[in-house]
DNA sequence: CGAATAGTGTCTCTCAGACAATATCGG
DNA sequence: CCGATATTGTCTGAGAGACACTATTCG
């Protein structure tokens, strides 16, 4: 009996809370219940676990890949009752305003208020969060929950929803400015009954990587 | 054709640089090419793909896991000549003085100047290097390349030479007592023509999890 | 006592965070 | 002008790193 070799994604947005897409199974075993998106590796189109995974995703979701990470791999006897399987697990950021096309039969849960969950898909998804929430603290990974265009009020309260706690604007802007990764959009400005924000971007180095901070934005968390 | 699911671990030691455990394979295909140690999951016999690593290390090296972590999963079509496969990866630590036994047959490489390795086995080497010196900057980890018992400045070397470069002796005490990580062994001291340091060991309670600062404690290094 | 290494006290300079002043919008 | 939010300047306290002093061993 060979092993069974899958991914999974998790896949977070922010809106208001972080939360995670969920699909119910329409096939056997577990029908109905509750998901990650995911699926076998197919050796004749893959060219590797975070291809399956973008796969999983275009063909789950609609969605191309905004932020694509591998996180863990899972596998075991029994996590599967088809027998001894793997998971590749990933994980998968959108901002929030990306989600209205394309999203069909996806279901929306907070993180911190999960129903039950099909397979291992709880752990998985608490080992995600909590990815999320360590690399927060130190990377520009939070901005892949922006849209293209966002203001530095905005980055900031993106930063305080996955931290858990408020920072202090001048520290904040302090580590983006020194992080050297945005630019703003001349001319661009948000409207309001209030004095407007600028808009910024990441600047074209940036897309692929994430950039590091040598100091930590908040207080240590453990780290998977 | 199923996918090929196996484990490999990276394992590593400091004796004085870092250096990783290589074996010639004993069979196709690239048999006598150096490979890390690994091989099949065993679906009857391994709870876990970490449980498969620890399984292969005591196999193969003859060491019972001092520090075992998964690393990342590698896979696709070309990696291995038979097939579409699937390396979980590991990173194993062991201090330098637990090596005279069981090493039977292990070839021993400094992580910065390796030979050619079989598979994409150099990609998983460079990857787990990377993963263990981002962790030495804000964690306990390095702990686990001494042996059991061991002073203050033999710590400070471990960090010195994973972080490669010198750290300042007083804040990397400050550090380490604010991590509440070692107690000190009354009465036992190391000789010389000098005073003798002080033994510390790890505390019960730390002994199974990395313990986190809150501060860095060398400049950024690209996270894995 | 001198050499060598271990351990500690102290000073300074940097920087994170608090506070507050200024800027810019709509009404 | 007023209310609201954005942005920037300044001050202060905590802490990291530099430096140097003390401690302890052997010869």
Redesign the interface.
Known sequence: ???L?TVDVVLLTLNPQLQVALLPRDRAPLAGALALPGGF?H?DED???LAAAARMLRAKTGLDCPYLE?L??????GRDPR??S?S?AHVALVPADLLARGAAGLRWHPVDALPALAFDHAQIVAQAVARVRS?SQ??SLPVHLCGERFTLPQLQAVYEALLGEPLNKVSFRRRIDEMDLLEPIEGERTGGAHRPAQLWRLKDRRRGA?T?????LG??V??P
Chains 1, 2 share one sequence.
């Open positions: 009996m060979p092993i070799c590796i050796a060219a590797d676990p591998q863990a791999t899972f596998g075991g006897p027998g001894w793997i590749v690399k130190y990377s994430l590091l901070t040598d100091r930590l207080p240590a453990l780290a």
